[in-house]
Structures are given as C-alpha cells and as structure tokens.
C-alpha cells in the first residue's frame, strides 16, 4: 500500500479552505474535514463538492453515541461518497458504523487514544491504563470487529500494523515535520519515521494550512515521504 497524505483543512471558514484546495491543486487531492469546519464552515456541503470534483474526504467526526445513531450518521456520511469516517474505538461503536457503512466504498476507522493525550491526561479522565495499553486494547477490538483501519499517533503505528495486518489504514495524525512547532499534540513524529513504522495515511494540517505558502510546505512533505519510501 503506497503510503499518502492528507491534508487537514483545519480553518474557520469554507473560502479559507477553498483557497488552501486551489494552491495544492495536483499536489494533494485527499483533505481531512473535522468539527471546526464541518459545524462552523460549511463544512459538509463543502465536503460534498470536493467529491463532486474528484477529490477524496475524509470526515473526522470521531462518531460516538448510541448504535442506532452511530448507525445512520456513518449511513449518512456513506451516502455522500466520503472515503473514511472516524469514530471512537468503543466496539459498539465501530459495529454501529460498519453497518452504516455497508455496501459503500467509506472506510471505517476507530480513534484509539488522541494523539494530544498523554498517561497523565489519560488518569485524569477515569482511565486506569496507560496509553499504549490502551491503544492495545482498542486495536484488538477493532480487528475482532473487521473496520478498515484506525487513527493511531505515529509512536504506535507498529503495533498498529502487526494487530490489524498489511491492508489495514494506519491513519496517523500529530505529524510534524522536522523544526515544526508540536503545539498541542504530545505524541509526534515527523512523516519518514511514521512511515517507517507502519503509517498507511499522514494527516498533516497546521504545518500546512498554517504557514504562507502551503503548496511549498506540502510539496516538501511528499518529498519527505517518497525519500522514505526508497
């Protein structure tokens, strides 16, 4: 599976991201869509036209309620021809989804641990178990149930791929490429060495849509990830 990026589209507005679409024409055609912009920008409309125009979305609403909710949400994400949906690696939600999902070309992923935790957060909000106990734990669950892949930080990629096999989307966010700023997130790795442990999809966002020339940025990106590939 060749590795590939994803751009995240983490801006307030539709125009904003239209504009970061239009500079990495034929440079990146998979862009990332998450709460910011899903609720505050247009968000699922604006998903529907890049797939209208032949780009791949990924809508990273990180789905987690009751299964007959979970259920039509994916149903309904599946509907617009999206190419992966994110939901909390709870089992019953990643069933609820899969059965949304079903007969459509969306690929399920289940969030084991958000890459901006870390044990201490983890202790904080009830959890017992550290985080790669936990990641674990949700990557046994996800291949008993059979989704397409998971998000995991690039620091568990590799147990990612051994649990889940060689067709599995190992989604990796919290990328940074060398000199970046980590700001949030706790758990980063730059794209070569997250493909080197298994990295399926980088999910790149700030880095990005966040400097002035995002078209060089990416480009520097991919350039990174074919050196790694050789």
Do not use: C, W
Request: negative net charge; proline residues 4%.
């Amino acid at each position: 599976m060749a590795a590939e990026l994803i751009v995240g589209l983490d801006v307030p507005t539709r125009a904003e991201a239209e504009r970061i679409v239009e500079a990495l024409d034929g440079v990146a055609d998979f862009f990332k869509i998450g709460y910011q912009l899903a609720y505050g920008g247009d968000g699922l409309a604006l998903g529907a036209a890049l797939i209208a125009a032949g780009k791949r979305v990924f809508f990273d609403l990180k789905l987690l309620d009751i299964d007959n909710t979970v259920e039509k949400g994916a149903a309904a994400i599946a509907a617009t021809g999206a190419s992966m949906l994110t939901v909390h690696a709870y089992p019953h939600a990643m069933r609820a989804a899969l059965r949304g999902a079903a007969g459509s070309g969306l690929t399920v992923l289940g969030v084991t641990v958000l890459t901006s935790l870390s044990n201490d957060d983890l202790a904080e909000a009830g959890y017992a178990a550290p985080v790669e106990d936990l990641v674990a734990l949700r990557l046994e669950a996800a291949r008993a149930i059979g989704i397409g892949g998971v998000v995991v930080s690039g620091h568990e990629a590799a147990r990612a791929r051994a649990v889940l096999g060689p067709q599995a989307a190992v989604v990796t966010p919290g990328i940074r490429p060398a000199g970046s700023a980590a700001s949030d997130q706790k758990r980063v790795m730059t794209p070569a060495d997250a493909l080197a442990a298994g990295a399926s999809h980088l999910v790149v966002a700030r880095p990005i849509v966040g400097v002035p020339d995002p078209r060089a940025a990416a480009l520097a990106i991919l350039e990174e990830m074919a050196g790694a590939a050789q």
